[in-house]
């Protein structure tokens, strides 16, 4: 698993002019940043969830396997007319919450939701399995970072569970990531900023 160091992602997150948030008084202040694998694979939780933040006054960081990447099964079989949702890079400010994901349906649980802004996906309609970076729309499309399987760390673990949202790999890194998010949103608020980033990007 890809591990860039806290200075690695900030120097890459100022290239881009993305925030950085820092507070060295107060523990919490969340830096949830995406990183998804070159080259990709669909198939694989190849990507890397990393949240850091000041812990007492000190930068503290936690890497999580997870793909950013929809599932295979998805890929080739859309759920929306105009195609896979596919994130894009970039920093969405203030555009999530700790919510329920899959609300009032079967597998609901608690997860960071975009529930507060737009994001940007590219949207893959030719099915071929690939991921197609075309066809970019900005919206609300419930592009959430939520849980997936018990153990998931082997190939072709993640088939279904992605239709564009951004998935970890095993429900008890998962389940450390809310009880972070949880003591963010009790200092600083029910709203998160989620980034994403390419390997490329560290290269």
Not at 30 to 59: E, Q
Request: net charge neutral; glycine share 8%; with cysteine.
């Amino acid at each position: 698993m890809f591990r860039p160091s806290v200075q690695a992602i900030m120097d890459v997150m100022s290239q881009k002019g993305f925030v950085v948030f820092d507070t060295p008084t107060v523990d919490w202040n969340l830096n949830i940043v995406g990183i998804r694998a070159h080259p990709v694979s669909p198939k694989k939780f190849d990507d890397v969830m990393t949240v850091f933040h000041r812990f007492l006054g000190v930068w503290d960081i936690a890497y999580y396997p997870m793909t950013a990447d929809p599932s295979d099964h998805y890929l080739k079989n859309p759920i929306n007319p105009d195609g896979t949702a596919i994130l894009a890079p970039g920093q969405y400010r203030s555009c999530y919450k700790i919510d329920i994901h899959k609300r009032g349906r079967p597998g609901g649980h608690k997860a960071l939701c975009q529930r507060l802004g737009t994001v940007t996906v590219f949207r893959d309609n030719n099915r071929d399995g690939n991921l197609n970076l075309v066809n970019p729309q900005s919206g609300m499309f419930g592009i959430n970072l939520h849980k997936g399987p018990n153990n998931g760390d082997d190939d072709t673990a993640n088939t279904i569970y992605s239709a564009g949202c951004q998935v970890f790999a095993d429900q008890r890194h998962f389940a450390e990531f809310l009880l972070k998010c949880e003591a963010g949103r009790d200092a600083f608020g029910n709203k998160f900023t989620y980034t994403l980033l390419d390997q490329a990007d560290f290269e």
